[in-house]
């Protein structure tokens, strides 16, 4: 027990005086004193008019010392509490020593779509696949040449774009803080060169958590467009705001921010109210929810927090594709980036094998800041993102060069 003081001396230093001298703990156990017996007398009060038991208490100002049997009786009262609340104190810092477990081991588990090399690199590239009768190849990708704001969409009267226009929709969440604003701040630069078209600003990045607190919609239009009207857009990216802790805002607004973002998510996904999953195509309408990237910190560890998890079940309960991506590996070392893929790579094989089949297999990673990893969420989100794995129906797409 003494050596766990002299190993732990941090953890004294903050201590009153009074638990410093308290039973010069340590060399024994604490154990609490038994309990008085119903009907026994406390001690003291067979000695209140002991004048020698007086003196000593008020020597060693233990209570029970004042003028009149009132004060005497509340010096005890807070005698007895203030002996109380050491207890309680010298209980919870008892030096017990904490076994050295030192740093977690790194699992090392090779997986392709997990190599550092291999995020950078390999993003697998449109594959037109054909297809049987009546069904048209992947649409070739999605022609995105300049970027800009469109609206917000977070009340009812800032509807967003209705989902009979058939424009696919990408969006960003994930814990706040987690660079979801940043991300899509760069994809528009490597898209269109500048984050800026007249006087539409990109995403505000902010260095509190809580940064982005309602949900943006911008629009991107084709290499060739004139007219820049939401109609006219190619597609959608979507900023929300995050989950999780946010300095901005108490707990109440955080819980309306997260409610309005998954209420969108649901009424873009292609699952009905009733139930129903929408075969992607409802009466010649897609459902305009293409991907949800579910941003991690690549820093975390483990990777994955609870509500991480959480959010993925609702989105797997609402049959909505998503697609894992590591933030801010320019942050951490390469050994660490190889076991954040690793850790994550896992995560997404155990959700596969237990069902969850809206996951990408894929773990894409980036860094907003050097640029790492980029090219490859461009190019996904280009490719048509999870609509290059399937199949449509001729016409679906109304005018065949919209892509
Ligand atoms: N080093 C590094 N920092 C990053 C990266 N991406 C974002 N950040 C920083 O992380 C902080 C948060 O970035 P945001 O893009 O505002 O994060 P967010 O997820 O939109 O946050 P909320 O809007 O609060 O939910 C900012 O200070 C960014 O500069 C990255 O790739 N690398
Ligand atoms: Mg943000």
């Known amino acids: 027990m003494l050596n766990s003081i002299r190993l732990y001396p941090d953890r004294w230093a903050h201590l009153p005086a009074t638990i410093h001298s308290f039973a010069s703990f340590g060399t024994k156990p604490y154990q609490p004193k038994p309990k008085q017996k119903k009907n026994e007398q406390p001690k003291w009060t067979s000695q209140r008019g002991n004048t020698k038991?007086?003196?000593?208490?008020?020597?060693?100002?233990?209570?029970?010392?004042?003028?009149?049997?009132?004060?005497?009786?509340?010096?005890?009262?807070?005698?007895?509490?203030?002996?109380?609340?050491?207890?309680?104190?010298a209980t919870q810092f008892r030096a017990t020593p904490t076994p050295n477990t030192g740093p977690a081991p790194v699992h090392v588990a090779m997986h392709q779509s997990t190599s550092p090399t291999l995020f950078l690199a390999d993003v697998p590239s449109l594959v037109s696949l054909g297809g049987p009768d009546g069904l048209v190849p992947n649409p070739p990708g999605i022609d995105v040449g300049s970027i800009g704001f469109v609206s917000p969409a977070s009340l009812p009267n800032q509807a967003p774009p209705p989902i009979n226009w058939g424009i696919p929709e990408f969006s960003f969440v994930g814990r706040s803080n987690v660079g979801k604003s940043s991300l899509i701040k760069t994809v528009m630069k490597r898209i269109c060169g500048a984050g800026k078209i007249g006087d539409r600003v990109g995403p505000r990045v902010g260095k509190t958590p809580g940064k982005t607190k309602?949900?943006?919609?911008?629009?991107?239009?084709?290499?060739?467009?004139?007219?820049?009207?939401?109609?006219?857009?190619?597609?959608?990216?979507?900023?929300?705001?995050?989950?999780?802790?946010?300095?901005t805002a108490g707990v109440e607004e955080r819980e309306l921010w997260e409610e309005r973002s998954l209420l969108y998510l649901q009424s873009r996904a292609p699952?009905?109210?009733?139930?129903?999953?929408?075969?992607?195509?409802?009466?010649?309408?897609?459902?305009?929810?293409?991907t949800c990237f579910l941003l991690v910190d690549s820093r975390r560890?483990?990777?994955?927090?609870?509500?991480?998890?959480?959010?993925?079940?609702?989105?797997?309960?609402?049959?909505?594709?998503?697609?894992?991506?590591?933030?801010?590996?320019?942050?951490?070392?390469?050994?660490?980036?190889?076991?954040?893929?690793?850790?994550?790579?896992?995560?997404?094989?155990?959700?596969?094998?237990?069902?969850?089949?809206?996951?990408?297999?894929?773990v894409l990673g980036c860094s907003s800041h050097t640029g790492d990893g980029i090219a490859e969420i461009v190019d996904y989100i280009k490719s048509g993102g999870v609509w290059r794995d399937e199949y449509y129906p001729l016409g679906v797409f109304g005018d065949e060069d919209m892509y």
Request: charged share 25%.
């Open 271 to 290: 699952i009905l109210q009733t139930g129903e999953v929408l075969p992607c195509i409802y009466e010649n309408v897609l459902a305009p929810l293409n």
């Open 53 to 89: 038991f007086r003196k000593q208490a008020q020597a060693k100002n233990l209570g029970g010392a004042g003028n009149s049997a009132k004060e005497r009786r509340a010096d005890r009262r807070r005698h007895l509490q203030r002996e109380d609340e050491n207890k309680i104190t």
């Open 214 to 247: 309602i949900i943006n919609y911008f629009g991107c239009w084709g290499s060739n467009e004139v007219d820049y009207n939401p109609r006219a857009c190619n597609m959608f990216l979507i900023d929300l705001p995050g989950y999780g802790y946010a300095a």
């Open 301 to 362: 560890d483990p990777i994955m927090t609870e509500l991480d998890f959480e959010y993925l079940d609702y989105l797997d309960e609402n049959k909505i594709p998503v697609c894992v991506v590591l933030t801010k590996v320019d942050k951490i070392s390469k050994i660490s980036r190889l076991k954040a893929f690793n850790e994550m790579s896992i995560v997404v094989q155990q959700r596969h094998s237990s069902g969850f089949t809206q996951l990408k297999p894929e």
